[in-house]
């Protein structure tokens, strides 16, 4: 049973355009919604995460959620090369215990020059 | 030292060695974490400390034990693995709490022969 889907791309987009990357979950109770950036050979990192419906902005980034439609996405503003990554959504699922989040196979970005 | 750090990077071992994987978190965090990232399968969360006591063990095979001695560090011990357990091991810590970010380490990446 899949939890949390992502399209696997992969997503190619040339630099200085919007990267537009999305996440579904199936929990309709989910309450924590996390993006995580991995480049290749290395580990998870934090980028953004989002509790309430609506947008939340940071620098270059934008995180919008909906959870009518259990729906989470991350759009990258002037995209750059240094932006290519695997991006993953994660999702802390209602019910679940502490610190449990469930993660999406990751899409992953190409920003080409 | 800073964040999340595990040693060693990377390790080879034989199917009938024991080894044990480090993590040591430099954040104040009192929950840590284990995940296994195989190539094409979604993170998975293995086993989960809040201050100290194991919270969760996704069921995972006894060849694989954990131990948390302290707020601050985790251990994973190895024995008897097989091949199909290569893949990276990553280590994470958080605040306690549901919605909490978790903040990953390096990893260490695993071959077994």
């Known amino acids: 049973q899949k939890e949390v889907e992502q399209n696997s791309g992969p997503l190619s987009v040339p630099e200085g355009a919007i990267a537009s990357l999305n996440c579904t979950y199936s929990d309709r109770g989910s309450q924590s919604f996390f993006w995580y950036r991995q480049y290749s050979g290395k580990s998870p990192e934090l980028i953004m995460s989002i509790y309430s419906n609506g947008d939340k902005e940071d620098g270059r980034f934008t995180a919008q959620l909906n959870k009518a439609s259990q729906y989470v996405s991350l759009l990258i503003r002037d995209s750059q090369p240094s932006d290519s990554a695997t991006y993953l959504c994660a999702v802390n699922l209602r019910g679940s215990t502490l610190g449990r989040l469930y993660f999406g196979r990751g899409t992953q970005l190409t920003v080409w020059p | 030292e800073t964040g999340v750090t595990q040693t060693p990077r990377h390790l080879v071992m034989g199917m009938t060695n024991k080894k044990s994987l480090k993590c040591e978190q430099h954040l104040g965090h009192n929950a840590m974490y284990w995940y296994k990232q195989s190539a094409k399968k979604p993170l998975e969360l293995m086993f989960v400390?809040?201050?100290?006591?194991?919270?969760e063990n996704n069921s995972v095979p006894s060849r694989f034990s954990p131990e948390c001695p302290n707020s601050s560090h985790l251990f994973l011990h190895l024995h008897t693995l097989q091949p199909e357990d290569s893949a990276l091991y990553l280590c994470a810590s958080s605040q306690s709490g549901a919605d909490n970010e978790q903040f990953f380490g390096p990893g260490t990446r695993l071959t077994v022969l």
């Open positions: 400390y809040n201050f100290k006591e194991q919270t």
